[in-house]
């Protein structure tokens, strides 16, 4: 009885793919209710060697990597977290992503903006440098005091004339303080 689940199902399949394009194909069928009915999901991918930010990813928790497992990455073992639902017990927003770059220094500027008003709410901005071929970003929020309300985690690339040059945002809600 689905009705009665009270966990998170999380399967993390992570694979090393060359430069190309690709279909990711997905089939699900519940053998239990009706065998005979399937779904099928199907999605273009294109892995491209280029400059850019990886996707944003929420962490639940983190530690450095003692034996690889399928958690880790780049010497860390990531708990994801699962939802962008955070509530009065979540104190912080942990988060990772990546930036690979050519050889142009930039500066990656992360922050939790208001959704409706697109301010930075509580100073909760963050800068770091970037002049490598690759930078690494795992770092967190303290959200215990920002009221209930829709933000948006964003990244923004910042080149040597000030320009945002690159953007990502997640959306995530926040309920309690």
Do not use: M
Request: zero cysteines; glycine letters at 2%.
């Amino acid at each position: 009885d689905t009705l009665k689940i009270d966990f998170v199902f999380l399967d993390l399949q992570r694979y090393t793919l060359a430069y190309d394009d690709y279909v990711l194909k997905i089939r699900i069928k519940d053998i239990n209710d009706n065998p005979e009915s399937e779904i099928d999901y199907q999605q273009d991918i294109k892995i491209a060697s280029q400059n850019g930010l990886s996707d944003i990813q929420l962490v639940s928790s983190y530690k450095p990597t003692e034996n690889k497992n399928l958690l880790s990455k780049n010497g860390y073992d990531l708990t994801p977290f699962v939802s962008n639902f955070f509530n009065s017990s979540n104190h912080k927003l942990n988060y990772y992503f990546e930036y690979y770059n050519s050889s142009e220094k930039v500066i990656l500027r992360t922050s939790i903006v208001s959704n409706e008003t697109k301010q930075i709410v509580n100073d909760l901005s963050q800068t770091k440098w970037s002049k490598n071929q690759r930078t690494i970003v795992l770092s967190s929020f303290p959200i215990k005091d920002i009221p209930s309300s829709t933000y948006l985690l964003v990244v923004e690339v910042i080149n040597g004339k000030n320009e945002v040059i690159e953007k990502k945002e997640r959306l995530i809600f926040k309920q309690g303080i």
